[in-house]
């Protein structure tokens, strides 16, 4: 089985600060690694996603996250951020094995709240 | 080219009703993956469907299930509807070919049980 924990459920900070979204995961397989973005009354936006190869991953709207292994980590950053990232941000795994079991399994989401 | 569309984007109905939820995946995509995201629970897994068949569920009821058209279009059906059904249920599509590498969303139909 697998689990995703995101530390943090709520994250203020100001305009053009830096953030970073913390997510550990727990799992006896390899997994995929991915970033959803969902703002107000929307479904949810991949921001980015680790598959394989370079362990820091850019996304879009200029996010990045790396994964580490060893730390079972993948935690999400942005060097300045701006209002219109305000929105829930949610971590996910996926078996890499796939098969019959597959499934997306989600944190329980970070709200990061930018304010002027 | 379309995104994953839902129908309706909001549904009211009376507990003990039934309710029909819709999606269409992304042309060219085979499986669809219903997830509902209920207030302070998350994002759960409900059902997968891939070819026409139900491939893997979530740890939900069986009042809970669906089906896959040959268009690879997908309903969900929640019967006897009890309160905390309540919640928006996304919908997702991906290409199986290559893994499980992307699912891209839908907007949502946000379903209430009154």
């Known amino acids: 089985a697998q689990s995703v924990t995101q530390l943090d459920s709520q994250v203020p900070v100001f305009e053009e600060a830096p953030v970073e979204l913390r997510c550990n995961y727990s799992?006896?397989?390899?997994?995929?690694l991915f970033w959803y973005v969902q703002y107000p009354n929307q479904g949810l936006q991949l921001l980015l996603k680790?598959?394989?190869?370079?362990?820091l991953v850019k996304g879009i709207n200029g996010f990045e996250a790396e994964f580490n292994k060893s730390q079972t980590s993948f935690h999400l950053r942005k060097p300045s951020v701006h209002i219109s990232d305000t929105a829930e941000y949610f971590c996910?795994?996926?078996?890499?094995?796939?098969?019959?079991?597959?499934?997306?399994?989600f944190g329980k989401g970070t709200l990061l709240t930018v304010n002027p | 080219e379309a995104g994953v569309t839902q129908s309706p984007t909001h549904l009211i109905k009376t507990r003990g009703q039934q309710a029909t939820l819709r999606c269409s995946p992304i042309?060219?995509?085979?499986?669809v993956y219903w997830y509902q995201q209920a207030l302070g629970l998350g994002l759960q897994f409900l059902l997968w469907?891939?070819?026409?068949?139900?491939?893997n569920r979530g740890n939900f009821p069986p009042r809970f299930s669906g089906r896959q058209f040959p268009n690879y279009s997908s309903e969900l059906n929640v019967n006897a509807l009890e309160l905390e059904d309540s919640a928006l249920y996304l919908c997702?599509?991906?290409?199986?070919?290559?893994?499980?590498?992307?699912?891209?969303f839908g907007q949502g139909t946000r379903l209430t049980v009154v």
């Open positions: 997702a599509s991906s290409e199986l070919q290559g893994g499980h590498t992307e699912a891209f």
């Open positions: 799992s006896s397989v390899s997994v995929y």
């Open positions: 680790y598959l394989s190869g370079s362990t």
């Open positions: 996910a795994v996926s078996d890499q094995g796939g098969g019959s079991n597959y499934k997306l399994t």
């Open positions: 042309s060219g995509h085979t499986s």
């Open positions: 469907y891939d070819e026409g068949e139900e491939r």
